[in-house]
C-alpha cells in the first residue's frame, strides 16, 4: 500500500471531461488527464485490501463483480503512488492485453466492488489505469517486442476485434505464425467501427494494429472467411483456427412503417459516421447523416448513448432516446448490495450532452414505438410512441399513444447472436442464443482444432471479456498444438 492513510486523507477526485458544450464541436477524446499530484493521490487511496474484491472476476446474482481480467489493482495502484511507471506498466500488462483500449472504454466493473465504495466513493481504478498507460506510451514502454524463436506453427483468427486481437497477440508472443483474417478494410471490430471516435480515437487503435504487425501477426483485410476466403482453404493451411467473429445480426424491431428510409441499425449508422472520419474523400450519399433531422434512438443503453453523441455532433435538431425498462434508482437498492455490479441510473456522455444542447435529459422510460408513418416518397415522417407494461411481455398502454415528428430513427436494441453463415461455412449449429458453441468452459467447437471465443461464443458483452475470452482461448489452443504432431 502506496500510503496506509491515503484513503483517510483524500477524496476521489472524479474524471475530468471537457464541458459538453464545447467537447460536441467535434470528434475527438474529451477526457483530460489529472495533474502528477492527483494521480499519486488517488492511486493513494487504495488500501490494498485482504481480499481486493475489485480485482476479482467473481458472479454475484448472475452479474460480474470486480475485473474479468483478474487485473493486479492494488499492485500497480501502489507503483503508480511510487511513480515506478515501468514496474506499474508491465504488471498491467501481465493480465491485460489493451490496456490502451480498456483505461479509455471499460464500463470499470472493479469500482463497484473497490472496498472503499462500500461506505464511501471507490478508487478511481480506471482513471489511474489511464494514467500508467498513457504514462508508459510517453516513455516508450509499449512499442514491439516481437518473440525470439518460432514454432512453425500457423494459426488463422477470423475476426480482428478485441477478441480475435488477443487471441493473436497472445499466440503470436508463443512464437506461432497468426494470421487475422477481417472483412472490413481495418482492423479493430467494434472497436474501429462500432465505438465512436470520441470514446476511443481511432488513431489509438491502428497505433496498437502497428505494433502487433510489427511483432510478426499478418492482417489480411477484405477477407470474408465463409465467402471471399473458404473454410476449407484455411482448414487446409492452418494448424488451428479460432473463430472471433462477434455478436453481429443486430435485434430488429418489428412494426409497421419498418421499412421506411432514414431508418437504419445503429452500427451501421456508427460505421458509416467513423468511416466518414477516416476517409473525409467519401461520397456524402453513402454517410447517413443526422444533420438538421429529428432523430429517435430505440434502445436507452450504450449503443443508444453513442448514437445520441454522434448525433448531436452531426447537427442534429433534436433526439429522444426511448428506453423500454423503467428508471432506475440513483442509489443501489437494499437487494443489490456492494461488491454487486451497482443497478443505478448512470448518465453517459452523450445524455449529458443532449441535456446540455436542448436542455433536457432525452430519455422516456417505458415506452416504445407503436408504428412509423412515412411520406409519399417512403421516408420516415412521424413516429407514433406507446407507453408499456411490465416485463418480460410489455404490453402496450393503450390510449397512452402520442405522434412525434422524425426524419431518422436509429435502432439500438441489441444484438441477437453470430451471424449465421459463418457457422454454416465450418458446419457448426448455433446454440439458442445464436452463439457457437464450445465445450463447457472451453473454447474447442463441435469441429477439431477450431476455437471460438469473444462476443460469438458468449453473445454481446464488453470489451474486458472479449480480452478475457482472448486470452483462455489462446492459452487452450496453445496447449492443443503442444499436443499435435
Ligand atoms: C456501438 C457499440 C458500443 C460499444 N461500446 C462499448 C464500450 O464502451 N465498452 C465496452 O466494454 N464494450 C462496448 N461494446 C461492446 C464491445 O465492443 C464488444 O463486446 C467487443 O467488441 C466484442 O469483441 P469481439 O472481438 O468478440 O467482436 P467484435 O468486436 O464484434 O469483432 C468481430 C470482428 O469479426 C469480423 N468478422 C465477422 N465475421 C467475419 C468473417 N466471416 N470473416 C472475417 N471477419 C469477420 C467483424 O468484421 C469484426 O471486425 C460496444 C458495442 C457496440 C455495438
Ligand atoms: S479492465 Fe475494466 S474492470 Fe479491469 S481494472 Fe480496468 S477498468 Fe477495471
Redesign the pocket.
Known sequence: MGKPTGFLEYTRKQVKYKPAIERIKDFHEFHEMQSEEVQKEQAARCMDCGVPFCQSGTVFQGMVSGCPLGNLIPEWNDFLYHNMVEQAFYRLKKTNNFPEFTSR???APCEYACTCSLNGEAVTIKENERSITEKAYALGLAKARPPILRTGKKIAV???????LTVADRLNQKGHSVTV????DRA????MY??PNM?LEKKIVEEKIKVLEEEGILFAYD?????NIKAKQLKEEFAAIVL?????EPRDISVKGREGKGIHF??DY?KSATKSLLDPSLAKETIFSAQNKRVLVIGGG??GN?CIGTAIRQGAKSVLQLEIMPELPEQRRKNNPWPEWAKIKKTDYGQEEAAAVFGEDPRVYETTVKEFLLNEKGEVKKAILAKVGQAPLFPLIEGSEREIDVDMVLIAAGFSGT?S??AKAFDLTLDQRNNIPTQLNRFQTEQKNIFAC???RRG???????IREGREAAEEVHQALLNMH
Open positions: 472504454v471499460c464500463p477470423v475476426g480482428s476485434g478485441p477478441a480475435g483474417f477481417e472483412r472490413e479493430g471490430g467494434l472497436l462500432g465505438i470514446k477477407s470474408e472467411v465463409g465467402k472471433a467473429c462477434g455478436a453481429s445503429a452500427v456508427l450504450d449503443t453513442d451471424q453463415a459463418i469473444g462476443d460469438t454481446q458483452s464488453l470489451v474486458v471479456w472479449a
